[in-house]
Protein backbone atom coordinates (compact mmCIF):
# COMPACT_ATOMS: atom_id res chain seq x y z
CA UNK A 1 0.00 0.00 0.00
CA UNK A 2 2.79 2.25 0.65
CA UNK A 3 4.60 1.71 -2.23
CA UNK A 4 1.44 2.19 -4.33
CA UNK A 5 1.20 5.28 -2.53
CA UNK A 6 4.83 6.49 -3.48
CA UNK A 7 4.16 5.50 -6.73
CA UNK A 8 1.09 7.46 -7.44
CA UNK A 9 2.99 10.67 -5.71
CA UNK A 10 5.93 10.20 -7.86
CA UNK A 11 3.53 10.40 -11.02
CA UNK A 12 1.45 13.12 -9.66
CA UNK A 13 5.39 14.94 -9.47
CA UNK A 14 6.22 13.79 -12.66
CA UNK A 15 3.14 14.96 -14.24
CA UNK A 16 3.45 18.32 -12.74
CA UNK A 17 7.01 18.94 -13.28
CA UNK A 18 5.75 18.35 -17.27
CA UNK A 19 3.25 20.52 -16.83
CA UNK A 20 5.23 23.15 -15.32
CA UNK A 21 8.28 22.78 -18.13
CA UNK A 22 5.45 23.53 -21.02
CA UNK A 23 4.42 26.46 -19.70
CA UNK A 24 7.69 27.72 -18.70
CA UNK A 25 9.72 26.78 -21.60
CA UNK A 26 6.69 26.34 -24.45
CA UNK A 27 8.05 24.83 -27.86
CA UNK A 28 7.86 26.40 -30.79
CA UNK A 29 4.52 26.10 -32.37
CA UNK A 30 2.57 27.44 -29.02
CA UNK A 31 5.06 30.69 -28.94
CA UNK A 32 4.10 31.16 -32.70
CA UNK A 33 0.77 30.70 -31.87
CA UNK A 34 0.51 33.17 -28.59
CA UNK A 35 2.45 35.99 -31.20
CA UNK A 36 -0.61 35.44 -33.87
CA UNK A 37 -2.75 36.22 -31.48
CA UNK A 38 -0.67 39.11 -30.31
CA UNK A 39 -0.72 40.31 -34.09
CA UNK A 40 -4.27 40.31 -34.21
CA UNK A 41 -5.12 41.92 -31.10
CA UNK A 42 -2.96 44.87 -32.32
CA UNK A 43 -4.54 45.09 -35.53
CA UNK A 44 -8.20 45.12 -33.76
CA UNK A 45 -8.82 48.92 -32.59
CA UNK A 46 -11.90 50.68 -30.67
CA UNK A 47 -13.87 53.65 -31.97
CA UNK A 48 -12.75 55.27 -29.11
CA UNK A 49 -8.82 54.89 -29.45
CA UNK A 50 -6.89 58.09 -28.49
CA UNK A 51 -4.14 59.08 -31.12
CA UNK A 52 -1.09 58.04 -29.01
CA UNK A 53 -2.55 54.95 -27.88
CA UNK A 54 -3.51 53.99 -32.09
CA UNK A 55 0.35 54.90 -32.61
CA UNK A 56 1.87 52.82 -30.25
CA UNK A 57 -0.39 49.59 -31.27
CA UNK A 58 0.63 50.32 -34.89
CA UNK A 59 5.11 50.74 -33.66
CA UNK A 60 4.13 47.80 -31.70
CA UNK A 61 2.46 45.90 -34.08
CA UNK A 62 5.01 46.95 -37.04
CA UNK A 63 8.05 45.38 -34.26
CA UNK A 64 6.08 41.93 -34.84
CA UNK A 65 7.43 42.29 -38.34
CA UNK A 66 12.06 41.32 -39.54
CA UNK A 67 13.46 44.51 -41.26
CA UNK A 68 12.90 43.17 -44.48
CA UNK A 69 9.53 41.78 -44.27
CA UNK A 70 7.76 41.62 -47.37
CA UNK A 71 4.19 42.06 -47.57
CA UNK A 72 1.22 41.77 -50.08
CA UNK A 73 -2.18 42.76 -49.66
CA UNK A 74 -4.95 42.05 -52.49
CA UNK A 75 -8.47 43.37 -51.50
CA UNK A 76 -11.98 43.14 -53.94
CA UNK A 77 -11.78 45.13 -57.16
CA UNK A 78 -8.26 44.11 -57.40
CA UNK A 79 -6.95 46.86 -54.99
CA UNK A 80 -3.42 45.55 -54.10
CA UNK A 81 -0.83 46.89 -51.27
CA UNK A 82 2.90 46.14 -51.01
CA UNK A 83 4.74 46.52 -48.40
CA UNK A 84 8.77 46.23 -48.03
CA UNK A 85 9.27 47.74 -44.05
CA UNK A 86 8.30 48.36 -40.70
CA UNK A 87 7.48 51.63 -41.35
CA UNK A 88 4.94 51.25 -44.28
CA UNK A 89 3.34 48.39 -41.59
CA UNK A 90 2.69 50.81 -39.25
CA UNK A 91 1.38 54.04 -41.17
CA UNK A 92 -0.84 51.42 -43.75
CA UNK A 93 -1.89 50.16 -39.88
CA UNK A 94 -2.52 53.60 -39.02
CA UNK A 95 -4.70 55.17 -42.32
CA UNK A 96 -6.91 51.64 -41.54
CA UNK A 97 -7.99 52.72 -38.08
CA UNK A 98 -8.67 56.36 -39.62
CA UNK A 99 -10.53 55.12 -42.60
CA UNK A 100 -12.71 52.31 -40.53
CA UNK A 101 -13.29 55.19 -37.79
CA UNK A 102 -14.68 53.04 -35.48
CA UNK A 103 -14.50 49.39 -33.96
CA UNK A 104 -12.64 46.74 -35.76
CA UNK A 105 -12.19 43.00 -34.33
CA UNK A 106 -9.37 40.61 -35.79
CA UNK A 107 -9.19 37.20 -34.82
CA UNK A 108 -7.18 34.67 -36.39
CA UNK A 109 -8.83 31.30 -36.80
CA UNK A 110 -7.89 27.94 -38.04
CA UNK A 111 -4.17 28.26 -38.20
CA UNK A 112 -1.93 25.60 -39.83
CA UNK A 113 1.05 25.84 -38.43
CA UNK A 114 4.31 24.35 -40.54
CA UNK A 115 7.54 24.30 -38.73
CA UNK A 116 10.92 24.09 -40.48
CA UNK A 117 13.06 20.82 -39.43
CA UNK A 118 15.46 23.32 -37.86
CA UNK A 119 12.57 25.10 -36.23
CA UNK A 120 14.27 28.46 -37.35
CA UNK A 121 11.31 29.08 -39.63
CA UNK A 122 7.91 28.83 -39.94
CA UNK A 123 5.16 28.77 -42.56
CA UNK A 124 1.17 29.36 -41.28
CA UNK A 125 -1.84 29.79 -43.47
CA UNK A 126 -5.43 31.14 -41.67
CA UNK A 127 -8.08 33.03 -42.01
CA UNK A 128 -8.29 36.42 -40.49
CA UNK A 129 -11.87 37.50 -39.50
CA UNK A 130 -12.15 40.85 -39.35
CA UNK A 131 -15.48 42.70 -37.83
CA UNK A 132 -16.36 46.05 -37.65
CA UNK A 133 -18.64 47.10 -35.02
CA UNK A 134 -22.17 47.35 -36.87
CA UNK A 135 -20.82 45.93 -39.81
CA UNK A 136 -20.69 42.93 -42.21
CA UNK A 137 -17.72 40.33 -40.94
CA UNK A 138 -15.28 39.38 -43.39
CA UNK A 139 -12.85 36.83 -43.38
CA UNK A 140 -9.53 35.98 -45.64
CA UNK A 141 -7.26 33.63 -46.13
CA UNK A 142 -3.62 34.75 -45.39
CA UNK A 143 -0.39 33.07 -45.62
CA UNK A 144 2.48 34.48 -43.24
CA UNK A 145 6.49 33.25 -43.25
CA UNK A 146 8.11 33.58 -39.61
CA UNK A 147 12.04 33.21 -38.54
CA UNK A 148 13.40 33.74 -35.73
CA UNK A 149 15.81 36.55 -35.08
CA UNK A 150 17.69 36.81 -31.56
CA UNK A 151 14.89 34.60 -30.40
CA UNK A 152 12.01 36.38 -31.20
CA UNK A 153 9.70 34.95 -34.34
CA UNK A 154 9.18 37.92 -36.64
CA UNK A 155 6.64 37.73 -39.44
CA UNK A 156 9.23 38.04 -42.71
CA UNK A 157 6.47 37.44 -45.68
CA UNK A 158 2.93 37.85 -45.48
CA UNK A 159 0.41 38.15 -48.57
CA UNK A 160 -3.24 37.50 -49.13
CA UNK A 161 -4.88 34.10 -51.08
CA UNK A 162 -7.19 34.44 -53.18
CA UNK A 163 -10.03 32.40 -52.57
CA UNK A 164 -11.35 31.51 -55.46
CA UNK A 165 -8.86 31.25 -58.89
CA UNK B 1 -46.57 20.19 -10.58
CA UNK B 2 -43.80 18.09 -9.84
CA UNK B 3 -44.96 15.17 -11.99
CA UNK B 4 -45.67 17.41 -15.38
CA UNK B 5 -41.47 18.99 -14.82
CA UNK B 6 -39.72 15.88 -14.24
CA UNK B 7 -42.49 13.31 -15.39
CA UNK B 8 -43.85 10.22 -13.29
CA UNK B 9 -40.30 8.32 -13.47
CA UNK B 10 -37.21 11.07 -13.02
CA UNK B 11 -34.99 8.86 -13.67
CA UNK B 12 -36.54 8.19 -17.02
CA UNK B 13 -36.75 12.19 -17.47
CA UNK B 14 -33.10 12.57 -16.55
CA UNK B 15 -31.74 9.66 -19.61
CA UNK B 16 -33.99 11.59 -21.67
CA UNK B 17 -32.89 14.78 -21.25
CA UNK B 18 -28.96 13.50 -21.36
CA UNK B 19 -29.99 11.72 -24.49
CA UNK B 20 -31.57 14.48 -26.00
CA UNK B 21 -28.65 16.63 -25.33
CA UNK B 22 -25.79 14.11 -26.62
CA UNK B 23 -27.72 13.26 -29.57
CA UNK B 24 -28.03 17.43 -30.58
CA UNK B 25 -24.79 17.62 -29.61
CA UNK B 26 -23.55 14.91 -32.52
CA UNK B 27 -25.70 16.12 -34.79
CA UNK B 28 -25.03 19.39 -34.69
CA UNK B 29 -21.12 18.99 -34.17
CA UNK B 30 -20.18 16.21 -36.76
CA UNK B 31 -23.28 16.47 -39.31
CA UNK B 32 -25.39 19.59 -39.55
CA UNK B 33 -23.21 22.97 -38.91
CA UNK B 34 -25.30 26.08 -38.49
CA UNK B 35 -23.89 28.91 -40.20
CA UNK B 36 -24.95 32.87 -40.32
CA UNK B 37 -24.93 34.06 -44.05
CA UNK B 38 -23.32 37.38 -44.27
CA UNK B 39 -22.86 39.62 -47.04
CA UNK B 40 -24.82 40.24 -50.55
CA UNK B 41 -23.45 37.66 -52.49
CA UNK B 42 -26.64 35.10 -52.34
CA UNK B 43 -29.22 37.62 -53.08
CA UNK B 44 -32.39 37.26 -53.13
CA UNK B 45 -32.27 33.41 -52.47
CA UNK B 46 -30.46 34.00 -48.86
CA UNK B 47 -30.69 37.45 -47.79
CA UNK B 48 -28.13 38.78 -45.22
CA UNK B 49 -27.25 37.63 -41.78
CA UNK B 50 -29.84 34.80 -42.16
CA UNK B 51 -29.53 31.50 -40.38
CA UNK B 52 -28.97 28.46 -42.25
CA UNK B 53 -27.07 24.67 -41.47
CA UNK B 54 -24.87 22.72 -43.79
CA UNK B 55 -25.09 19.48 -44.51
CA UNK B 56 -21.70 18.18 -43.80
CA UNK B 57 -22.73 14.29 -45.22
CA UNK B 58 -24.24 15.21 -48.47
CA UNK B 59 -21.77 14.05 -50.63
CA UNK B 60 -21.27 11.12 -49.16
CA UNK B 61 -22.65 8.76 -51.96
CA UNK B 62 -22.82 11.35 -55.01
CA UNK B 63 -20.74 14.52 -56.03
CA UNK B 64 -21.94 17.88 -55.85
CA UNK B 65 -24.23 19.04 -58.44
CA UNK B 66 -24.97 21.92 -60.99
CA UNK B 67 -27.40 24.00 -59.19
CA UNK B 68 -26.31 23.38 -55.33
CA UNK B 69 -25.58 25.68 -53.03
CA UNK B 70 -22.87 24.90 -50.73
CA UNK B 71 -20.33 26.03 -48.30
CA UNK B 72 -16.41 26.43 -49.26
CA UNK B 73 -14.16 26.40 -45.95
CA UNK B 74 -10.98 28.93 -46.27
CA UNK B 75 -8.04 27.10 -43.72
CA UNK B 76 -10.47 25.86 -41.46
CA UNK B 77 -14.21 25.96 -40.54
CA UNK B 78 -14.73 29.05 -39.02
CA UNK B 79 -14.81 31.30 -41.92
CA UNK B 80 -16.76 30.04 -45.11
CA UNK B 81 -17.89 31.24 -48.40
CA UNK B 82 -21.31 30.39 -49.60
CA UNK B 83 -21.93 29.78 -53.34
CA UNK B 84 -23.65 27.76 -56.33
CA UNK B 85 -22.27 25.56 -58.05
CA UNK B 86 -22.52 26.24 -61.63
CA UNK B 87 -19.13 24.46 -63.34
CA UNK B 88 -18.49 20.91 -62.89
CA UNK B 89 -15.20 19.05 -63.27
CA UNK B 90 -13.85 19.08 -66.87
CA UNK B 91 -16.59 21.93 -68.31
CA UNK B 92 -15.64 25.11 -69.67
CA UNK B 93 -17.26 27.87 -67.99
CA UNK B 94 -17.54 31.80 -69.19
CA UNK B 95 -19.75 34.42 -68.69
CA UNK B 96 -21.04 36.61 -71.95
CA UNK B 97 -23.31 39.69 -71.43
CA UNK B 98 -24.38 38.41 -68.31
CA UNK B 99 -25.31 35.03 -69.25
CA UNK B 100 -23.12 31.77 -68.25
CA UNK B 101 -21.80 29.36 -70.67
CA UNK B 102 -21.13 26.10 -70.00
CA UNK B 103 -19.05 24.05 -72.90
CA UNK B 104 -20.43 27.23 -75.26
CA UNK B 105 -24.28 26.96 -74.56
CA UNK B 106 -26.39 29.24 -72.06
CA UNK B 107 -26.88 28.04 -68.68
CA UNK B 108 -30.63 28.50 -67.34
CA UNK B 109 -30.55 29.97 -64.12
CA UNK B 110 -34.49 30.50 -62.53
CA UNK B 111 -32.07 31.74 -58.91
CA UNK B 112 -30.81 35.04 -60.68
CA UNK B 113 -33.36 37.13 -60.47
CA UNK B 114 -30.81 40.25 -60.93
CA UNK B 115 -29.57 40.75 -64.17
CA UNK B 116 -26.15 41.83 -65.18
CA UNK B 117 -23.47 42.26 -68.01
CA UNK B 118 -20.82 40.08 -66.65
CA UNK B 119 -17.98 39.16 -68.79
CA UNK B 120 -15.06 36.70 -68.42
CA UNK B 121 -12.77 34.31 -70.46
CA UNK B 122 -13.41 31.04 -70.78
CA UNK B 123 -12.35 28.20 -68.07
CA UNK B 124 -11.65 24.92 -68.00
CA UNK B 125 -12.24 22.97 -65.01
CA UNK B 126 -9.75 19.71 -63.86
CA UNK B 127 -11.31 16.62 -63.02
CA UNK B 128 -11.21 17.89 -59.00
CA UNK B 129 -12.18 21.45 -59.34
CA UNK B 130 -16.04 23.19 -59.57
CA UNK B 131 -17.05 26.71 -60.47
CA UNK B 132 -18.90 28.59 -58.07
CA UNK B 133 -20.41 31.73 -57.61
CA UNK B 134 -23.09 33.49 -55.57
CA UNK B 135 -27.22 34.51 -56.91
CA UNK B 136 -26.34 38.38 -56.73
CA UNK B 137 -24.56 39.61 -60.25
CA UNK B 138 -26.26 42.80 -59.73
CA UNK B 139 -22.71 44.12 -58.56
CA UNK B 140 -19.36 44.36 -60.48
CA UNK B 141 -17.91 41.39 -61.79
CA UNK B 142 -14.78 42.39 -59.61
CA UNK B 143 -16.54 43.19 -56.32
CA UNK B 144 -18.34 39.37 -56.58
CA UNK B 145 -15.89 36.27 -55.08
CA UNK B 146 -16.49 34.01 -57.22
CA UNK B 147 -14.63 31.12 -59.58
CA UNK B 148 -13.02 27.90 -59.30
CA UNK B 149 -12.04 26.15 -56.45
CA UNK B 150 -10.79 22.08 -55.75
CA UNK B 151 -13.81 19.73 -54.24
CA UNK B 152 -11.97 19.41 -51.39
CA UNK B 153 -12.64 22.66 -49.82
CA UNK B 154 -16.51 22.08 -50.26
CA UNK B 155 -17.66 21.57 -46.64
CA UNK B 156 -21.52 20.20 -47.42
CA UNK B 157 -24.61 21.72 -48.97
CA UNK B 158 -26.50 24.13 -48.01
CA UNK B 159 -29.46 22.82 -46.15
CA UNK B 160 -32.80 25.13 -46.29
Known sequence: ?165 | MRALLIGRNPKLTMIRIVALVAGCGVVFTLVLWPIRVTGISMLPTYPNRSLNLVNRLAYIFHEPQRGDVVSIRLTGPHGMFMKRIIGLPGETVAFQNGRVLINGEILDEPYEKYSCDWNSPPVTLAADEYYFVGDNRSMAIEDHEHGVKKRIYIVGKVLL
Request: net charge neutral.
Open chain 1, 1 to 165: MKILFRLLLLAVVVAAGVWLWTILFPGPEKVIRQRLAEIARLASFSANENPLAALGGAQKLAGFCSPDLQVKLAAPANIEHAFESREEIAQFDLAARAAVGGTLKVEFVDVLLTLAPDKQSAAADLTARMQPAGGELNVQEIKLTLKKVDGQWLVTRAETVRTFN
